[in-house]
């Protein structure tokens, strides 16, 4: 039904939402800041660079965009490359789809050197076909041409290209674009053709 499956990498194939959880509310505190209760689903949709510049921008910080990136470039490597695991079932269905010569890429609002060292680390690397990320595309995923582009860069014909999100805002944006999307989740999103809790029901999808 498909050749290929685009997925999310934070949520979706990692285990790693608790980073972005953690990581602006951990530089706040460390700043004497009391974190608002909005933050993490402030920054959700958008990338590092527009996070940093809107923290620099709304709590005043004695920081200049440069070494606030310099900040969270280290702390996301060590994490990545040291302390991010996959989701229950993620490499059982990798491989499930790779046996079915189905082609697996990843579109990820994280940089592509992070989620590489990752993959690596965790041996699912050499599953994947290919790797596009935000700062590569340059447009954010809350964008439907986010997935446009990557279906050009990708060589990918969208019709037979499966998206698969965890976030809200990305499953709309790839829906948007023309691409049949499932959304990945405890939530039912109206609109999406395919809603699931679980990374092995994608194996009855394609």
């Known amino acids: 039904m498909f050749d290929a499956v685009i997925f999310d990498a934070d949520g979706t194939l990692l285990d790693s939402l608790w980073i972005w959880n953690s990581i602006t509310v951990n530089l706040l505190k460390a700043k004497g800041i009391v974190p608002p209760v909005d933050i993490n689903a402030i920054l959700a949709e958008k990338s590092v660079e527009e996070g940093i510049i809107y923290l620099l921008d709304r709590f005043k910080l004695d920081e200049t965009k440069q070494s606030m990136q310099v900040w969270y470039d280290k702390t996301l490597q060590q994490w990545y490359g040291e302390k991010v695991k996959l989701l229950p079932h993620a490499e059982e269905v990798l491989a499930f789809l790779k046996d079915r010569q189905i082609e697996i890429f990843v ?6 050197p992070l989620l590489e060292a990752c993959f690596s680390n965790n041996g699912i690397l050499p599953l994947l076909s290919g790797i596009v990320s935000e700062k590569e595309i340059g ?5 439907p041409a986010f997935y446009s582009e990557t279906a ?5 014909d969208r019709t037979g290209s499966l998206v698969v999100e965890d976030a809200v805002h990305a499953a709309t944006s790839a829906m948007k674009a023309g691409f049949a999307t499932v959304h990945i989740g405890t939530g039912k999103l109206d609109g999406v053709p395919y809603n699931i809790t679980d990374l092995r029901e994608l194996e ?3």
């Not at 579109?107 to 592509?112: E, L, N």
């Not at 447009?139 to 964008?143: L, N, V």
């Open 152 to 156: 050009r860069r990708l060589h990918l």
């Open 107 to 112: 579109a990820s609002a994280t940089d592509r």
């Open 204 to 206: 009855a999808i394609v």
């Open 139 to 143: 447009i954010p995923k809350r964008e």
